[in-house]
């Protein structure tokens, strides 16, 4: 509360506080939503912006990797070259099988974000349909489905992807995607639960039910639109934090085959001439930290914007 | 407390069966033959296979495949790895190894991550307080096997202040650099939580009322807040233990130390999934009941939690 020093207590002026009568509504003026105050508050802050730009640059360079280099990052290797320096057209150096590292870095964007993408896609839609169901009818349909959860949330996501990938055949992207958000579901689903839970406790649903909205419509309607917000924030953290996991799984030797170009491939690929050659391991890795170190940033500001109550847990 | 504990143990059940259940059906049940996958392309001799899946129960149902496993697992037995020894042989001498290096990472990431995120609670949007933020947002968005590249090259290769690989026996000051790789993510989470529950407790009634008695600051700062804002710090630490089990599978890897995970990070290499499968159900085990005592823990540590439900 403002207070001036020696004041004992604090008594807005009367022009500060204007008397009107209390229920007039002025209809004129449109309803503000959450969004719209979250954009308020967000679009104020400089990281919201910087992160941003990255992602919209990150998606660009994932979607058209050809604009951003004329070098084939696997054609035209010349062994001539392995672990050589920067030179005119080729400002990263090059691998030890002689290829551009400023090219693979470039092209290896899509698989990676790809992962992500899909992988957070996935885990918010399971998440989503499992925790409202879950948290909206409750009885029997809500001990079953949190008991599930329990047990897959037992199993920490990479440990159990570990176990899946090391017996499936050939990895794709898709399926990398789909063996973390397994694993990764009981997360997203615990959280709608609960903010369904909440939401259904409250007047404008209690109002719904009084006009004869039917129990299904309010749920699509009202409920999940008004506890979907902490799952967007732990969506957008989550997506870098798939990135990193298909990366460490390609570091094991079992996440996407070593056709595939990604980050995680060329960091592992470059532990071999790390010692002499770290601009090989440094390029790709820089690449992943920021589009992670972007989405981290993001989540943050939303959380902030969306979600003011909650700590700065993962 | 009695009344929540037996709740809480009787609640874990399930999982634990379920968990272990779910490794068992996902190795043994999916397409992709572990027995064929054995022998690579060329296919053994007819009778071979056969022998192999009644060797390892795989011609009986999958429940009671999976009843005998369990059995065994409560009888100690893990199954063999490729090279035939015990898996429980080998657990048996790698587990001491990565105690030691998970018991350093542990103490490196509380105490360093409790300070740091406590100064920088108290100086919130002061440059302490930005540069920690930034620092531990860095520190979550490298990977653990980037770190721990670029730690062995700028410590153990350029400057030589460490061994770049740690010998068989693993002492202590070998394992140092490893610890601090492993360490650092949950370093950097440990941090953020620290700061924004001591912010928040800053602005608690009962710090108001400490303040008022006439207390110090100092003792405002550890006994009440700080202390208050290690409870979900401790919970933290239960969760934290799962990426702590895959970490070490990538530090004691890049490491070369013979641990739990350095075994586990060269049956991966090598493709021996039986092996790696033995070891996670291990692993799973022991995150359900470590998971188990921090619930204890926490609820001992805040009255609240063992009333509300």
Not at chain 1, 94 to 106: E, H, K, L, N, P
Not at chain 1, 120 to 135: D, P, Q
Not at chain 2, 171 to 184: K, Y
């Amino acid at each position: 509360m403002p207070s001036k020093r020696g004041q004992a207590h604090f008594v807005a002026e009367l022009e500060d506080t204007p008397v009107a009568p209390v229920d007039r509504l002025d209809e004129s003026q449109k309803a503000r939503s959450t969004w719209a105050d979250a954009w308020d508050s967000m679009r104020r802050r400089p990281m919201f912006w910087i992160s941003s730009v990255l992602i919209v640059l990150i998606a660009v360079i994932a979607l058209f990797p050809g604009l951003f280099t004329s070098v084939s990052p696997s054609l035209g290797c010349d062994l001539g070259k392995s672990n050589g320096g920067p030179e005119a057209g080729h400002p990263f150096g090059f691998t030890r099988q002689g290829c551009d590292v400023y090219a693979r870095t470039i092209f290896g964007t899509q698989a990676s974000v790809t992962v992500g993408l899909l992988a957070t896609a996935l885990v918010t839609l399971i998440g989503v349909v499992i925790g409202s169901l879950a948290g909206y009818y409750g009885g029997w349909l809500d001990a079953i489905v949190s008991r599930v959860g329990d047990i897959f949330f037992a199993i920490p996501t990479i440990l159990g992807a570990i176990v899946l990938m090391s017996v499936l055949p050939a990895a794709t992207p898709t399926s990398v995607a789909f063996v973390l958000s397994i694993f990764a579901w009981p997360q997203i689903a615990r959280i709608m639960r609960g903010a369904v839970l909440s939401a259904t406790n409250s007047d404008y649903v209690m109002a719904s039910t009084a006009l004869g909205v039917s129990r299904f419509r309010i749920l699509l309607r009202h409920v999940i639109p008004n506890s979907i917000a902490p799952v967007i924030v732990i969506a957008t953290v989550s997506l870098g934090t798939f990135i990193v996991a298909e990366s460490t799984l390609s570091f094991l030797g079992i996440g996407l085959p070593t056709s595939v170009m990604s980050w995680g491939n060329d960091i592992s690929q470059a532990q071999t001439s790390l010692v002499t050659n770290p601009q090989v391991l440094l390029y790709p890795a820089a690449a992943l930290s920021i589009t992670v170190l972007a989405f981290l940033m993001l989540g943050d500001i939303l959380r902030d914007a969306l979600d003011p109550k909650a700590r700065a847990l993962r | 407390m009695l009344w929540y504990t037996g709740r809480r143990v009787l609640q874990m059940i399930p999982v634990f069966f379920g968990a272990t259940f779910l490794i068992y059906f996902m190795v043994f049940s999916l397409p992709g033959d572990p027995i064929a996958a054995l022998y690579g392309d060329r296919p053994p001799a007819p009778g071979v296979i056969e022998q192999i899946r009644a060797q390892y129960n795989l011609d009986k149902p999958l429940i009671q495949q999976y009843l005998i496993y369990i059995g065994n697992f409560f009888q100690g037995d893990l199954g063999t790895t490729y090279s035939g020894r015990p898996v429980s042989d080998v657990m048996a001498g790698a587990f001491p190894i990565t105690f030691r290096l998970a018991m350093l990472a542990l103490f490196f990431e509380s105490v360093a991550g409790v300070v740091v995120g406590l100064i920088a609670g108290l100086r919130k949007g002061k440059w302490f307080d930005a540069s920690a933020l930034v620092v531990s947002l860095l520190l979550i968005s490298v990977p653990t096997f980037v770190l721990g590249f670029l730690f062995r090259l700028i410590f153990g290769v350029q400057l030589g202040w460490f061994r770049t690989t740690v010998s068989s026996e693993a002492p202590w000051g070998e394992l140092i650099l490893p610890a601090l790789v492993l360490a650092s993510v949950s370093f950097a989470y440990i941090v953020r939580l620290t700061r924004a529950s001591v912010a928040d407790n800053l602005n608690a009634d009962f710090v108001r009322t400490a303040t008022a008695k006439g207390l110090s600051r100092r003792r405002v700062v550890t006994v009440h807040v700080l202390r208050n804002s290690l409870v979900p710090v401790v919970t933290f630490l239960g969760v934290d233990l799962g990426s702590l089990m895959v970490g070490a599978i990538i530090t004691e890897g890049i490491f070369n130390i013979n641990g739990v995970g350095g075994t586990v990070y060269k049956a991966i290499v090598l493709g021996e999934s039986t092996t790696v499968v033995s070891f996670i159900a291990v692993m799973v085990v022991i995150f359900v009941l470590a998971n188990l005592l921090v619930d204890l823990l926490y609820a001992a540590l805040d009255p609240r939690i063992r009333y509300a439900k």
